[in-house]
C-alpha cells in the first residue's frame, strides 16, 4: 500500500471516529444551546403569523386594579365578567383560586350560565395539585405549566400531566377540547409509575404567532364597565388572566430580544392558536438527524477530497448556507425543525480534516522539492551566493565554496561593500546601483590570473514590497571555454575575412589583367586584321560585287566585336575607375544603368571628385554596381539616386530608390548572395552598412568605410 493511501485511510479513520464523537456529544446535549438560539432566530427572521382573530385576552391590567382594587381580586367581577361575555364560544381563567371565597356561590352560578369555563390547576413542588376551590364544583380544569429552557425560553408544553393516579390536560387542551366537543389524542397513563415524579405526555412545541400583544388585549375592567356590547364576544375565546408587570407569571419566548417577557394567558393563547390551526413546530428525530448528517458528511469528505483548498472552502461555505437556507424554508412554511447545529460541526469537521489532510500533502510534496531543489542548488556547476545588503553570505552552493577562496571574490566583496556603506563615489557605482534598484540583471566579467579561468558574474537583486533592496543572488559562472571558443571563432572570422579580401584582391587583380589581355592583345588584333581586311577589299576587282559584300559583312562583324572586347573589357574593370578616379566611373556607371534599364539615375558627389586607395576603390564601385542589380532585378523603382561623400574619416556611399521596398524576410535571407557580398566587403575595411526598406516607398542602402587622409 502506497504512503499516500495509507495516509488518506487513516484521516478517513480519525474522520468517522470524529463524527461518531459529534454524535454522541449531539446525543448528551451539548448542543442544545446552539440549537435553540438558531430555533429562536428562525421565529425573529421568519417574523409574524396570522393568528386566530376570535382568542382575545381579558387583561387584569394597571387600569383594572386602580378601578377594582388591589390584587386579589373579588370573584364578584369573575362572575359580573361571565355574564358580560356570556356569548362567548369558552371563557378560561389563567387565575388560581384555590381558596375559598364569599363570592363563589356568585361565581359558580355564572360558571354554570355560561357552560364552558375552564379554570386552572397548579402542580406544587410538592407534587400536590391545587385546585380550585370546591366551592366552585362542578368545573373543567388545565394545568397551566409550561416548559421553560435553561435559558428561561418557552418552548414546549405538555398537554398530559401524570401524577400519582391523576391525569391533567393542559390549560390550553381544556379549552380546544370545550369549544371542539373532542378530545385531544392522549398516550396511556402508566399506572406502575413512581409515586413521587411527573409523567410528561403529549409535547407540542409551541409555534408562536408573533412577539408580545400579538393577541389582541382587552382590558378587564372596560369589559365590566360595558364598553364592549355583548355581540362583540359572540364565536370568540376570552383568555382571562393578569399582565400587570410585577403581578403573575410572564415568560420569554423566542421573539424575545429586549428581555421583554410575555404574560401566561397570552402563552396560552398562542397554544390554542395552535392546536385550532395544527400547525405546531414539528421537531425531526435524533434517528434522522444522524442519518442524514453521516451521508452528507460522506458526500462532502469526497467532494473536499477532489477538489483545491479554495474550491473546498467554497464548497464547504455554500454547503453551509444551502443547509441553512434549506432548514429555514422547511420551518417557515412546513413548520418542520431541524436542529443544525450537528450538521454545522460534522461538515466543518470533515472540511477541517480534508484541510489538514491536504496541508500534510502539501507539506510532504514542499519538503520533497525543497530536497529536490537542495540536491540541484547544490549540483549546479554554476557558483550560487546569496549575500545580504552588508555581503553577508545567507546561502551557497556546493560548487560556490571554491570560488569564494579566488582573489577576485574578495575583491567584488570589498567592492560591493565600499558601494552598499557610499565609500564609492557615485559616479562610480551609478551603474550597479541603478541597475539593481531597477531589478535588473546585472553582469560583469572578470579574468582571475591564478586559475587563468574567465568567470561571468551576475548580480540579481531581491527586493521588499515596498521596492527596497533586501539581497543580491551571484551566480558566478566559469566562462572560460566560452571564451576560447570566441577567441578562436573571432580567429577563424578574421581568418575568413582576410582570405575573402585575398581572394577578392587577386579576383579584382585577375579581371585587371583579363581586361588588359582582352584590350590589349585581342583589341590589337583585331585592328590589325581590319587594317588588312580593308586594304585587301581595295584590290578586289570593282565588277566582284559579291566579294565586296562578304568583305564589308566581315568589316561589320569586325567592328561589333571590338565593340564587345570593349564592354568586356570595361565590365571586368572599368579603366575609368584607374584613371579617374571613384567619382567619373560611378557616373559613368549610372549613365550605363540608365541606359541599360530605363530607370533615371541621379549622382551627386561631396567633394565633386573623390578618389581613395585602389582597394577602397574597387569596394566602392563593386558595392554601388550589386546595389543598382538588386534596384533593376527587384525593386520595380523608376528613380534612383546616389549620394557619395567623403569626410575626414570616412566615405559615406547612399542609395535611395523609390521601389516598393525590401522586406524583413529579403535582408534575413541566407540565399540572398549580393547582400552578403556587400556586407562582407563593408567589414573587409570595418566599415558599416544599414539597409532599411518602407513598403511602397523604397529602400535605403548606406554604407560607411574608414578612410586615412593619406589613402585619398
Known amino acids: 500500500m502506497s504512503l499516500a493511501r495509507s495516509r488518506t485511510l487513516r484521516y478517513i479513520f480519525l474522520t468517522v471516529i470524529g463524527i461518531c464523537f459529534i454524535l454522541f456529544i449531539e446525543y448528551l446535549g451539548f448542543f442544545n444551546g446552539l440549537n435553540d438560539y438558531l430555533y429562536d432566530l428562525s421565529f425573529r427572521i421568519r417574523g409574524p403569523l396570522n393568528h386566530d382573530q376570535n382568542i382575545v385576552v381579558a387583561a387584569i391590567d394597571e387600569k383594572t386594579l386602580r378601578h377594582l382594587g388591589m390584587w386579589p381580586l373579588k370573584r364578584l367581577y369573575y362572575a359580573r365578567l361571565l355574564d358580560a361575555v356570556k356569548s362567548a364560544k369558552a371563557v378560561g381563567f389563567d387565575i388560581i383560586m384555590a381558596e375559598p371565597s364569599q363570592d363563589d356561590d356568585l361565581l359558580n352560578d355564572a360558571m354554570n350560565r355560561h357552560g364552558r369555563v375552564i379554570l386552572p390547576v397548579y402542580v406544587r413542588e410538592s407534587l400536590n395539585v391545587s385546585y380550585p376551590s370546591a366551592t366552585l364544583s362542578p368545573y373543567k380544569t388545565g394545568h397551566i405549566h409550561i416548559e421553560q429552557g435553561i435559558d428561561g425560553v418557552a418552548r414546549t408544553v405538555f398537554h398530559t400531566l401524570h401524577i400519582r393516579d391523576q391525569s391533567l390536560p393542559s390549560f390550553s387542551a381544556a379549552l380546544f377540547e370545550s369549544v371542539r366537543d373532542t378530545a385531544l389524542y392522549r398516550d396511556d397513563y402508566d399506572n406502575t409509575a413512581r409515586s413521587d415524579s411527573i409523567i410528561q405526555r403529549n409535547p407540542m412545541h409551541v409555534n408562536y404567532y ?85 451521508l452528507l458528511s460522506v458526500l462532502f469528505f469526497i467532494l473536499f477530497l477532489r477538489t483545491d483548498g479554495r474550491k473546498a472552502m467554497l464548497i464547504w461555505l455554500a454547503g453551509l448556507g444551502i443547509l441553512s437556507a434549506f432548514i429555514f424554508v422547511l420551518f417557515s412554511s412546513r413548520h418542520i425543525w431541524y436542529g443544525p447545529a450537528i450538521l454545522y460541526l460534522n461538515l466543518s469537521y470533515v472540511f477541517i480534516m480534508t484541510y ?105 537583486p531581491q527586493t521588499s514590497g515596498r521596492g527596497e533592496m533586501v539581497d543580491v543572488i551571484h551566480v558566478i559562472r566559469d566562462i572560460t571555454e566560452r571564451k576560447q571558443t570566441e577567441q578562436a571563432i573571432r580567429k577563424n572570422q578574421e581568418q575568413l575575412r582576410n582570405l575573402a579580401a585575398y581572394l577578392q584582391k587577386v579576383g579584382e587583380a ?72 571613384l567619382s567619373a566611373a560611378i557616373e559613368w556607371q549610372s549613365d550605363e544603368f540608365q541606359k541599360r534599364t530605363g530607370i533615371r539615375c541621379t549622382v551627386v558627389t561631396d567633394p565633386s571628385e573623390i578618389t581613395l586607395d585602389r582597394e577602397r576603390n574597387t569596394a566602392i564601385f563593386r558595392i554601388l554596381q550589386e546595389t543598382l542589380t538588386n534596384v533593376a532585378r527587384h525593386a520595380e523603382a523608376t528613380e534612383v539616386h546616389i549620394h557619395l561623400q567623403k569626410s575626414i574619416d570616412q566615405i559615406e556611399l547612399q542609395v535611395v530608390d523609390n521601389g516598393k521596398g525590401i522586406t524583413q524576410d529579403q535582408l534575413t535571407n541566407p540565399q540572398s548572395f549580393g547582400l552578403l557580398g556587400i556586407r562582407e566587403r563593408v567589414t573587409i575595411f570595418g566599415g558599416m552598412i544599414t539597409i532599411t526598406g518602407v513598403p511602397g516607398k523604397g529602400t535605403t542602402v548606406i554604407v560607411k568605410i574608414p578612410v586615412d587622409d593619406q589613402e585619398s
Do not use: C
Request: hydrophobic share 40%; aromatic share 8%.
Open 210 to 294: 408573533g412577539p408580545v400583544g400579538t393577541f389582541r388585549h382587552i382590558s378587564f375592567y372596560d369589559i365590566l364597565s360595558g364598553a364592549y356590547p355583548l355581540s362583540y364576544f359572540s364565536d370568540k375565546i376570552v383568555l382571562v388572566g393578569m399582565t400587570t408587570p410585577g403581578l403573575g407569571a410572564r415568560m420569554l419566548t423566542p421573539f424575545t430580544e429586549e428581555r421583554n417577557r410575555m404574560s401566561g394567558v397570552e402563552v396560552h393563547a398562542h397554544i390554542l392558536n395552535n392546536l385550532f390551526d395544527q400547525n405546531e413546530i414539528r421537531f425531526v428525530g435524533p434517528f434522522i438527524r444522524w442519518t442524514v448528517s453521516i
Open 356 to 460: 489538514i489532510l491536504r496541508l500534510e500533502r502539501m507539506g510532504k510534496l514542499l519538503l520533497h522539492a525543497k530536497e529536490e531543489w537542495e540536491e540541484t542548488f547544490n549540483t549546479i556547476d554554476d557558483a550560487i551566493i546569496i549575500h545580504d545588503r552588508q555581503f553577508n553570505i545567507i546561502r551557497a552552493n556546493t560548487s560556490a565554496s571554491s570560488l569564494m577562496k579566488l582573489p577576485f571574490y574578495q575583491t567584488m566583496k570589498n567592492d560591493y561593500i565600499k558601494i552598499f556603506q557610499e565609500k564609492v563615489p557615485l559616479k562610480e557605482k551609478e551603474p550597479l546601483l541603478n541597475a539593481l534598484k531597477k531589478g535588473d540583471v546585472f553582469i560583469t566579467e572578470v579574468f582571475e590570473p591564478a586559475v587563468n579561468k574567465f568567470y561571468e558574474v551576475k548580480a540579481i
Open 510 to 581: 585577375e579581371r585587371t589583367n583579363i581586361a588588359r589581355e582582352i584590350h590589349d592583345e585581342l583589341g590589337q588584333a583585331l585592328t590589325v586584321l581590319k587594317m588588312d581586311l580593308s586594304l585587301l577589299r581595295k584590290k578586289w576587282p570593282e565588277d566582284s560585287i559579291t566579294l565586296h559584300e562578304r568583305t564589308d559583312a566581315m568589316l561589320s562583324l569586325i567592328d561589333k566585336t571590338i565593340q564587345s572586347v570593349k564592354k568586356i573589357s570595361t565590365e571586368l574593370r572599368p579603366g575609368l575607375l584607374d584613371d579617374l578616379g
